[in-house]
């Protein structure tokens, strides 16, 4: 019944911009959050937001990336400006639901920084 599902990946090239969306349903959320995963890295987190907008930013994304949220539509978005290559990877959404707590994943979605 809870689902969370992620749109704006794509490829884009060093220095430029992309913005991911996660739209959740089935819940309201108390955390929600983006992690990132390149192929033979561990799985990181990029950002999260509580719903008093409280955010928590990875060093490597400080100063580049905004994560905001809708609280009344349980979306949680990720402005990620002056992309470098460093920067590809699964971004993948997930969150807490207010009540029991579980935590949620979306699907995934592939940003690929190249020239």
């Known amino acids: 019944q809870v689902h969370l599902v992620e749109s704006g990946g794509g490829l884009v090239q060093p220095g430029g911009s992309l913005r991911l969306s996660c739209e959740g349903s089935?819940?309201?959320?108390?955390?929600m959050g983006w992690y990132r995963q390149a192929p033979g890295k561990e799985r990181e987190l990029v950002a999260s937001?509580?719903?008093?907008?409280?955010?928590n930013y990875a060093d490597s994304v400080k100063g580049r990336f905004t994560i905001s949220r809708d609280n009344a539509k349980s979306t949680v978005n990720l402005q990620m400006n002056s992309l470098t290559p460093e920067d590809t990877a699964a971004y993948y959404c997930?969150?807490?639901?207010?009540?029991?707590?579980?935590?949620?994943w979306g699907q995934g979605t592939q940003v690929t920084v190249s020239s």
């Open positions: 997930n969150a807490r639901t207010l009540w029991s707590g579980t935590n949620f």
């Open positions: 089935g819940s309201a959320f108390s955390v």
């Open positions: 937001i509580t719903r008093t907008g409280m955010t």
